[in-house]
T-cell receptor
Framework: SQKIEQNSEALNIQEGKTATLTCNYTNYSPAYLQWYRQDPGRGPVFLLLIRENEKEKRKERLKVTFDTTLKQSLFHITASQPADSATYLC???????????FGAGTRLFVKA | DAGVIQSPRHEVTEMGQEVTLRCKPI?????LFWYRQTMMRGLELLIY????????DSGMPEDRFSAKMPNASFSTLKIQPSEPRDSAVYFC????????????FGSGTQLSVL
């Protein structure tokens, strides 16, 4: 069966450290993978998109890697801040871009 | 642009009643998605439209759920009759598929069925 797995346990880190979140998938062949941030009571907000032919993508303090052999994406937040505390969702397309499926998300807590 | 607009923000209803959720996508976007989010099941895709046409409704849980998109600027998700297990946050999202795949989400409708 198709699965998108993110660490269900919350990730607690100290301010200034790098947070690394994992997204694994099975029985999908996505053309791209996306990461979103969700704050309580709000809808998800797009952060980064990485395509299948890209190994790495960066945006300010964010970095995403995509390994289609391992079927895994890693999401890094460097120099983390308490304001980075949120739930982070990975998402991938199922049929060429129209059908976007989300993982359950990982809750990140950054302590000052 | 005001972003994706959903209404109502909160809905409390009794079991058996009809519920209609509304969504106005971002102008110019050609795809619209309805998702449901619960603690147990996360963010589930219910149905998506492309150019106002329903493409895949395999995520719609039962016949009690229906969705329409009569024009490019409006969509509804209807539950009739509603049941307590339908309680969840319902999100609408839109995108410009083919040029930019990222989704823009509304603020959601918190539905409580008593």
């Amino acid at each position: 069966s198709q699965k998108i797995e993110q660490n269900s346990e919350a990730l607690n880190i100290q301010e200034g450290k790098t947070a690394t979140l994992t997204c694994n998938y099975t029985n999908y062949s996505p053309a791209y993978l996306q990461w979103y941030r969700q704050d309580p009571g709000r809808g998800p907000v797009f952060l980064l998109l990485i395509r299948e032919n890209e190994k790495e993508k960066r945006k300010e303090r964010l970095k995403v890697t995509f390994d289609t052999t391992l079927k895994q994406s890693l999401f890094h937040i460097t120099a983390s801040q308490p304001a980075d505390s949120a739930t982070y969702l990975c998402a991938l397309d199922n049929t060429g871009g129209f059908k976007t499926i989300f993982g359950a998300g990982t809750r990140l807590f950054v302590k000052a | 642009d005001a972003g994706v607009i959903q209404s109502p923000r909160h809905e409390v209803t009794e079991m058996g009643q009809e519920v209609t959720l509304r969504c106005k996508p971002i102008s110019g976007h050609n795809s619209l998605f309805w998702y449901r989010q619960t603690m147990m099941r996360g963010l589930e895709l219910l149905i998506y439209f492309n150019n106002n046409v329903p493409i895949d409704d395999s995520g719609m849980p039962e016949d009690r759920f229906s969705a329409k998109m009569p024009n490019a600027s409006f969509s509804t998700l209807k539950i009739q009759p509603s049941e307590p297990r339908d309680s969840a946050v319902y999100f609408c999202a839109s995108s410009s598929q083919g040029t930019d795949e990222k989704l823009f989400f509304g603020s959601g409708t918190q539905l409580s069925v008593l």
